[in-house]
């Protein structure tokens, strides 16, 4: 849904710390356009590129524009350059050409122009995935990444400059290479198992008091104590939605 950004749209964003082109002032701007899927919801501290406002957790910031289909948890970072396979042809019939099956290109001058008034060629749509990927905890999308639309990439994740994603990504795998395949794993098997059962995005970075650097294992040792003893709390700040903010537009 397309709405124009207005005074309250804009006190709105920064009372619930929302960002635009990676912490960037003056953004949106009063009558700026921004593409709102009402069902999306927005945690603090996140960063935006671009109009469209899609679901996304705390933390997270991109540098590349997304549908606003898209969904990304806390913690994940992406580059600049990100974008999605474009429409499937179809490879099944006499031609390959957008003649075919995008109806809108009817009237484009160059089609429209060689159409004589009792052409009864018909045009066929074909199934295609929206522009979209769900995209999960502590991921990070290297430069220049090409997705396949409607791609999932798991928690921990990491997709490396220039990579074309066919598949969905599992996580805690780095993937590269065009097509991408697995390069390796961030940590074994046992690590990873643990990471996933910890889920320590739920929690705020700030509440961590130790170093950036610690040992993973040491990491897992300490959180899994914080958490049965309750001396750390999930992080659960209030959501900035879609809809509140397509309420508000006028």
């Excluded at 009402?38 to 501290?45: L, V």
Aim: proline share 5%; with cysteine.
């Amino acid at each position: 849904m397309l709405i124009k950004a207005n005074e309250a749209i804009i006190n709105l964003f920064e009372t619930h710390k929302i960002y635009g082109n990676y912490l960037g002032n003056n953004w949106p701007k009063i009558g700026d356009t921004l593409d709102i899927n009402p069902n999306s919801y927005y945690e603090p501290y996140v960063a935006f590129t671009g109009n469209k406002l899609f679901t996304i957790g705390s933390f997270s910031f991109t540098w590349s524009p997304l549908s606003n289909l898209c969904t990304m948890g806390r913690y994940s970072s992406i580059a600049s350059g990100l974008s999605f396979f474009g429409p499937l042809h179809p490879y099944d019939r006499f031609t390959t050409s957008t003649v075919t099956f995008m109806n809108e290109y009817k009237d484009f001058c160059i089609f429209k122009n060689s159409r004589t008034p009792e052409c009864s060629f018909e045009y066929v749509g074909t199934k295609d995935s929206p522009i979209k990927a769900d995209i999960g905890n502590d991921v990070w999308i290297g430069g220049n990444v090409t997705l396949k639309r409607g791609i999932k990439i798991g928690d921990g994740a990491i997709i490396a400059n220039h990579a074309v994603v066919t598949k969905d990504v599992e996580p805690y795998t780095i993937v590269g290479g065009v097509p991408a395949k697995i390069i390796k794993h961030r940590f074994s098997m046992d690590i990873i198992s643990e990471f996933m059962k910890l889920k320590w995005w739920r929690y705020h970075w700030a509440d961590f008091d130790f170093s950036a650097d610690i040992p993973v294992e040491n990491f897992i040792d300490i959180m899994t104590t914080k958490i049965a003893n309750k001396s750390i709390k999930p992080y659960e700040p209030e959501k900035l939605t879609g809809k509140m903010i397509v309420d508000i537009s006028g």
